[in-house]
């Protein structure tokens, strides 16, 4: 990758924020905001580029736009960076907000999402009333295209600005699935850190049947999305007196204020801070996905006039209670949930003997066939992608189901492991094989409750076997200390000749298909088990989906 890469890509990025053609001086000035220091003609060479490979067009003497392969460049490119940038982009809209709650002025961070009829404003409409929103100040306004309506919502992350606007850091950490039980909210379900994924995370959750906002406005029990922030210990006091005089003029949202350094809806808090937990903004939209409604949804993508937005209702009667703090379990990230298992792996390369740790998914046993006859094909077609070994087994309780075991992509690092070699799963990604073969997401291991490798098939993200455009499989991403490369690179050239589908092993300072090692390591990208599994959903066959199950002798799978 040369220096001008990100550069160029933080060029990308600025032209996709501005309405009209913008010139080399606006450029210049924002890069310098940004930590690059690039003069006008050090911007107008890198723009010449750009021009050359199509990313952004001339707009006479008025400047560039961005053009559309310029914006799925900005998508796919530097996905490392993307990582980071997610977070950053929150941390921007943070400071963006300038809302004064005494005189009720100012910009707000606003969710903005298409729906296609009334029914679906209605619904909004009801999961407002209920309480579970954020605020009743939207905007209803005719979308561009034909019968479409844009409504914009209020974040949450609106409030985290008028914190700090009074001089409270509020730190965004985890966006989640949280869950209600009559009308309580109990624990966070699933999490995922805004520090370590591509996906806003909410996004990665907002899969058809993930949440259950309709449940709980008819019983009080489900699952909601739900934010959760950190704030100094200090700062409780006046933190609590703010969320009651915003929730006085219709900014609420608030699920629970944790004490400080006390522990609270399964989330461990740290000492000197406060746990502070809301709604999702996105929840009044996820309801209408819920119903069946025709919805795209767009998560905090900009700051606007406070002024621009109106009530929907007057009426709101706030259901749920307010959470406690109780002896809840911790939540564990899957990398904390998964280290017993790969400890565990004893697979012995040269008998070709031992434990692996298995993914396991169940589908009905009359759908058995045409499964393994899918896996088939797939692995027919790619062999070099597709990790070929599997298992039918039982399941547990129901005769009418069966199970299809995978090798796990973390048997990889268990073999290493067990030969001496630190490997540390990083990241589950979505891995685009164009030329060059790029991930196009990242979730990181350990910032995720969930295997990432899920999400991306839960969102129908895969195309493992596609009818046309490219495919995109499921891969991970290790890293391995550069004093060990030599031994890691024999045993990992044996394990890819068994079948074990080893993509890429880089080099140090190398970023192997996007992704980014630590220094002094060098990256290597595996093949997952549930690629067979994703094909075998891509098809319409109905598979429940379940990774890093348990440990398997090796010897025991079968071979497509």
């Known amino acids: 990758m040369s220096d001008s890469e990100p550069?160029?890509?933080?060029?990308?990025?600025?032209?996709?924020?501005?309405?009209?053609?913008?010139?080399?001086?606006?450029?210049?000035?924002?890069?310098?905001?940004?930590?690059?220091n690039l003069g006008e003609r050090a911007v107008r060479y890198h723009m010449q580029i750009?021009?050359?490979?199509?990313?952004?067009?001339?707009?006479?003497?008025?400047?560039?736009?961005?053009?559309?392969?310029?914006?799925?460049?900005?998508?796919?490119?530097?996905i490392y960076d993307q990582?980071?940038?997610?977070?950053?982009?929150?941390?921007?809209?943070?400071?963006?907000?300038?809302?004064?709650?005494?005189?009720?002025?100012?910009?707000?961070?606003?969710?903005?999402?298409?729906?296609?009829?009334?029914?679906s404003i209605n619904i909004i409409k009801s999961i407002i009333e209920s309480g579970l929103s954020v605020s009743p100040y939207v905007n209803i306004n005719e979308g561009k295209g034909?019968?479409?309506?844009?409504?914009?919502?209020?974040?949450?992350?609106?409030?985290?600005?008028?914190?700090?606007?009074?001089?409270?850091?509020?730190?965004?950490?985890?966006?989640?699935?949280?869950?209600?039980?009559?009308?309580?909210?109990?624990?966070?379900?699933?999490?995922?850190?805004?520090?370590?994924?591509?996906?806003?995370?909410?996004?990665?959750?907002?899969?058809?049947?993930?949440?259950?906002?309709?449940?709980?406005?008819?019983?009080?029990?489900?699952?909601?999305?739900?934010?959760?922030?950190?704030?100094?210990?200090?700062?409780?006091?006046?933190?609590?007196?703010?969320?009651k005089k915003l929730d006085n003029i219709g900014i609420g949202g608030v699920i629970g204020i944790s004490d400080e350094g006390r522990d609270i809806l399964g989330i461990p808090v740290p000492e000197g801070m406060v746990g502070i937990?809301?709604?999702?903004?996105?929840?009044?939209?996820?309801?209408?996905?819920?119903?069946?409604?025709?919805?795209?949804?767009?998560?905090?993508?900009?700051?606007?006039?406070?002024?621009?937005?109106?009530?929907?209702?007057?009426?709101?009667?706030?259901?749920?209670?307010?959470?406690?703090?109780?002896?809840?379990?911790?939540?564990?990230?899957?990398l904390s949930k998964s280290w017993n298992l790969i400890q565990q792996v004893d697979f012995d390369v040269e008998k070709r003997k031992g434990n692996i740790v298995a993914n396991i998914s169940y589908l009905q046993r009359e759908d058995l066939d045409k499964a393994l006859e899918i896996m088939e094909d797939a692995y027919n077609k790619d062999p070099k992608h597709i990790n070929p070994y599997y298992k039918v087994v039982d399941?547990?309780?129901?005769?009418?189901?069966?199970?299809?075991?995978?090798?796990?992509?973390?048997?990889?690092?268990?073999?290493?492991?067990?030969?001496?070699?630190?490997?540390?799963?990083?990241?589950?990604?979505?891995?685009?094989?164009?030329e060059p073969s790029l991930f196009i997401d990242l979730i990181s291991y350990n910032g995720s409750t969930v295997d990432p490798h899920k999400i991306f098939i839960a969102k129908d993200m895969t195309a493992v076997a596609p009818e046309i455009g490219p495919k995109k499989i499921l891969a991970s991403f290790k890293e391995i200390p550069y004093i060990s490369r030599d031994y890691a690179v024999e045993l990992l050239d044996t394990l890819d000749k068994i079948g074990f589908s080893i993509y890429k092993i880089g080099k140090?300072?190398?970023?192997?298909?996007?992704?980014?090692?630590?220094?002094?390591?060098?990256?290597?990208?595996?093949?997952?088990?549930?690629?067979?599994?994703?094909?075998v959903r891509e098809k319409g066959v109905d598979i429940h989906v379940k990774a890093i199950e348990k440990l398997m002798p090796f010897e025991k799978m079968e071979r497509l």
């Open 395 to 434: 399941h547990p309780t129901d005769d009418d189901k069966v199970g299809i075991a995978t090798i796990c992509s973390l048997s990889i690092d268990g073999i290493l492991i067990n030969n001496g070699i630190i490997c540390n799963p990083k990241y589950g990604g979505l891995l685009e094989l164009t």
């Open 146 to 243: 034909k019968g479409e309506i844009e409504v914009t919502t209020l974040c949450g992350t609106t409030i985290d600005g008028i914190l700090l606007n009074e001089g409270i850091s509020s730190q965004p950490q985890y966006g989640g699935l949280l869950k209600i039980e009559d009308y309580q909210p109990v624990r966070f379900e699933e999490l995922i850190s805004y520090k370590k994924t591509s996906l806003t995370p909410l996004d990665a959750f907002s899969s058809p049947n993930r949440t259950s906002v309709l449940d709980v406005i008819d019983s009080g029990t489900g699952l909601i999305p739900a934010n959760f922030r950190l704030i100094p210990g200090v700062g409780r006091e006046k933190t609590v007196d703010i969320i």
């Open 83 to 119: 990582v980071d940038f997610i977070y950053s982009k929150f941390e921007e809209m943070i400071y963006l907000t300038d809302f004064n709650y005494m005189t009720q002025t100012g910009n707000v961070v606003v969710n903005t999402s298409t729906i296609y009829n009334e029914e």
């Open 508 to 535: 140090p300072r190398e970023l192997a298909y996007n992704a980014k090692a630590d220094n002094y390591n060098f990256g290597i990208v595996a093949g997952s088990g549930l690629n067979l599994i994703a094909a």
């Open 50 to 78: 750009l021009d050359q490979k199509g990313y952004t067009e001339r707009k006479g003497y008025s400047g560039r736009v961005i053009t559309d392969l310029g914006l799925e460049k900005l998508e796919k490119g530097l």
């Open 7 to 36: 550069r160029m890509i933080e060029i990308l990025r600025i032209l996709s924020q501005q309405e009209n053609p913008t010139g080399s001086k606006l450029i210049a000035d924002e890069l310098r905001e940004k930590g690059f």
């Open 277 to 334: 937990a809301i709604v999702g903004g996105i929840t009044p939209f996820r309801a209408v996905q819920e119903n069946g409604e025709e919805i795209n949804i767009k998560i905090a993508e900009e700051i606007t006039d406070f002024k621009t937005l109106s009530p929907i209702t007057s009426t709101i009667k706030n259901q749920l209670k307010p959470a406690t703090h109780d002896l809840q379990p911790k939540i564990s990230f899957v």
